[in-house]
């Protein structure tokens, strides 16, 4: 990839000729849609708010939002845009030249904040039924994540066990906006090995919330401006730290962690400042047997929201310093008011073969799927 | 080739309109503000996202020194923008509110026995 200057010179294949794994796109589960696949005495809290407004990702009881908290301007952005079906999917997905997309939900990015540990730990086996039931489907190119119910580390770990054979599902999803315990807490430690059982890649994924848990502890900014940058990259960024605090890596060697919805700009950074606190703390970090970078470029990094500096090119250097030929993913988070359409990523002045690496052929690694969409490595 | 085009008669365009024309295989954004008729490009620079088929343009925030920093909600009705990435363009001068260094190219629309016509 050094040679982004020889890549000009290439014939530049077309979006449509390429591969295109989207690594992020979201499906709309409501309250409504939810209840069939609920247990009681859950359901009937579902049925108790189906009709209420929903804000935009902001529902009362079932996913609590920033809406309360600023003035309301009037605005031609499409910043509420849902997907409510596959056939949905399928067809926009279409539009933005997107072969296979790798689902997770809207409301239930945030399902760390609720506080009722059996109502959240519900939610998520009604939500990934669901999902299973009416999304995923390898020939349509609809591909599912398993959402581990951080509050039920156990019970995120039968749902993973659950599902481990299916074909519509592809990954776990590790929910992190608002999250009690970072990823790298011990508790956590079946649904790792879960995963790793189950040859199923895991993938944090955060959103804006407010909450008293670091990133998210964001009172003190205005808008939205400071609230989201933070929210994402910093969460990242601390999950990622606290998983090399407890050797989660080295604990599962063959788990696939990736990393959604933070660019990757800052990948550079947390790996260099992991790798001098390492040269004095590393007596602290005993499990590690190389330094933490080493094991950071074995992570997945998903481009959305991918920089836009003046200069495309500063995006491949900024990939190379984590050696991210291999190990950066496409996502472009639609239909969320922040999406990437893949032309953008189409720009950045990469070699063909790192092209088709970073728009498919590493998420085919990550997930172990081939170009169909099919798990290659099903028990 | 004429570098005139007719795309619709004054009826189609009243105050307050905005349509989105193809003349060619261009894609034009045709605002009447006011009684005065504006050409836009509909696409977007950042991600080309289809920039005049959204809502009709609106006003916006600004804070000037001038007004102690104050919030102030200006130019109703003149700001398009983007339903893709939020990017707000000044529809009478092409200007991005976002970064000073892009202005839209203006096509010129008027009105001429009748019909309305963009000049290329």
């Given amino acids: 990839m050094a040679e982004a200057a020889t890549a000009k010179r290439e014939r530049k294949e077309k979006l449509e000729d390429i591969l295109v794994v989207d690594c992020d796109v979201h499906v709309h589960e409501s309250p409504e849609a939810l209840i069939p696949y609920c247990e009681m005495p859950w359901r009937k809290a579902l049925e108790t708010i189906k009709d209420v407004k929903e804000f935009y990702l902001d529902i009362p009881g079932f996913s609590p939002g920033t809406t309360v908290y600023e003035a309301k301007f009037p605005s031609g952005q499409e910043a509420t845009r849902m997907v409510h079906s596959a056939s949905q999917m399928r067809e926009e997905l279409d539009e933005i030249h997107v072969d296979i997309g790798v689902l997770f939900p809207d409301h239930f990015l945030k399902i760390p904040v609720i506080s009722q540990v059996d109502y959240a730990s519900a939610l998520a086996r009604a939500y990934n039924a669901w999902l299973l039931a009416e999304w995923c489907s390898p020939e349509n190119g609809l591909l599912g994540c398993i959402l581990a119910c951080p509050q039920d580390p156990v019970g995120a770990a039968h749902e993973i ?6 074909k519509g599902m592809v990954g776990v999803f590790l929910p992190c906006a608002g999250l009690e315990r970072l990823w790298g807490h011990r508790q956590y430690d079946p649904i790792y090995e879960a995963a790793q059982e189950a040859d199923l890649p895991v993938l944090m994924h955060s959103v804006t919330v407010i909450h008293p ?3 998210f502890n964001t009172q003190g900014f205005e ?3 400071g609230r989201h940058i933070c929210s994402h990259t910093f969460s990242m960024m601390a999950n990622i730290v606290h998983m090399m605090t407890t050797g989660v890596p080295v604990r599962y060697p063959d788990l696939r962690v990736a990393v959604t919805e933070a660019g990757i700009s800052w990948v550079p950074f947390l790996m260099h400042k992991m790798d001098k606190e390492y040269i004095e703390r590393r007596r602290e970090v005993p499990f590690l047997e190389d330094k933490p970078s080493t094991y950071l470029k074995k992570m997945y990094f998903a481009t959305q929201p991918v920089e836009e500096p003046e200069n495309l090119s500063d ?3 900024m990939m190379e310093l ?3 030929e291999d190990n950066t993913i496409f996502a472009s988070d639609w239909p969320h008011h ?3 359409h893949p032309s953008k990523v189409h720009q950045i002045p990469f070699t063909s073969e790192v092209r088709r690496k970073v728009f498919g052929e590493n998420a085919l690694r990550l997930f172990n799927i081939d170009a169909g969409g099919n798990r290659l490595r099903v028990r | 080739m004429s570098r005139e085009h007719v795309i619709g008669d004054l009826s189609d365009f009243p105050p307050g309109a905005h349509r989105v024309v193809k003349v060619g295989r261009r894609e034009i954004g045709v605002f009447n503000i006011g009684g005065k008729l504006y050409g836009l490009p509909n696409v977007c620079p950042h991600q080309t996202g289809p920039l005049c088929e959204g809502k009709p343009p609106l006003g916006t925030l600004v804070a000037r020194s001038e ?7 200006v130019d109703e009705g003149e700001v398009v923008v983007c339903p893709w990435h939020g990017l707000e363009y000044h529809v009478p001068t092409g200007r991005c509110l976002a970064y000073p260094n892009i202005t839209l190219r203006s096509y010129e629309v008027f009105v001429e ?3 309305v016509k963009v000049r290329l």
């Fill in chain 1, 161 to 166: 066990e659950k599902y481990s054979d299916e």
């Fill in chain 1, 213 to 215: 848990v670091f990133p």
């Fill in chain 1, 223 to 225: 808008t939205e401006f």
């Fill in chain 1, 315 to 317: 995006l491949v250097t």
């Fill in chain 1, 322 to 324: 984590y050696d991210g």
């Fill in chain 1, 338 to 340: 922040d999406f990437d």
């Fill in chain 2, 67 to 73: 007004n102690d920093w104050k919030f102030e909600w």
């Fill in chain 2, 113 to 115: 026995d009748g019909e």
